[in-house]
């Protein structure tokens, strides 16, 4: 359904597995046509989850392009892959090398945040501007809290399987909003549709995950990125998002860095207030 939406507002969208090597892929998602923004979701994020910012920034004049890491939303979900966040940032890199995207200005929500940063040291030509929907420069793909619930994955796929996802999934967007109505059964089924398809490949990737130490640290790293980082906070009580000090790194380390509080919203700025995430785009296309 959210497809045919902005089918209707920019006439084109393709969405289409992009090989990489061997049995690795990931999904894109174009529409729109004009400068390129790459959208990188979180850890439980897809391209459903940008359904409403895909219109505003194609009408806005966009080109955009979703790029969902390896084991996020549809892409695979290789069992022995490395699912280090430096892998991710360099298959996002190789995925935007094959499309022909330069210069691109990145929003990326969460721990996809941590995978632009990367990007942008790594590959500065691809890189344009970051835009940061509520994400740090994690070190890790998990929490220690999340590390210890993956250890509890086959117990969830025998006693409840994605229906008990669901249902963790449901608590969590309501939990990290501030005005949780745009949480409805029909969104949790959008956000965990690629899970769903292969529940036991998503939680072993995601015990992958959670036991993978990066090849090197990115915070001495920041520095080095040149381009401008633009971070939007959620004023509401949430759960889940960056943290003070990990604010304090980027204001530090960054040579160009701002950040804006947006009052009234949580974790899930591009659900709740998504024109706040386009203006903060169009600010970084002006000169």
Known sequence: MWLLAVVLLTDTIHTFPLALSGPESLTVTVAGAGDPVVLVPGLFGSAFGYRRLIPLLTEAGFRTIVVEPLAIGTSTRPEHADYSLTAQADRIAAALDQLGVRGAIVIAHSLGASMAYR???????LVRGIVSIDGGPAERAATPA??????????????GGINRVRR????QLIR????????????????TQGAAQDLDATLKAFVTMARRREPERLQPHLPEIRCPVRLLVGMAPHDGGIRAGEITALAEALPAFTVDTIPGVGHFIQEERPEVVVAAVARMRTP
Do not use: C, N, Q
Request: glycine share 2%.
């Open 176 to 191: 990290e909003s501030a005005d949780s109505t745009w949480v409805s059964d029909a969104v949790v089924e959008g956000y």
């Open 119 to 125: 990007m942008a040291y790594r590959r500065p030509d």
């Open 146 to 159: 999340f590390r210890r619930a993956m250890e509890l994955a086959p117990w969830i796929k025998l006693f």
């Open 168 to 171: 963790k999934i449901h608590a």
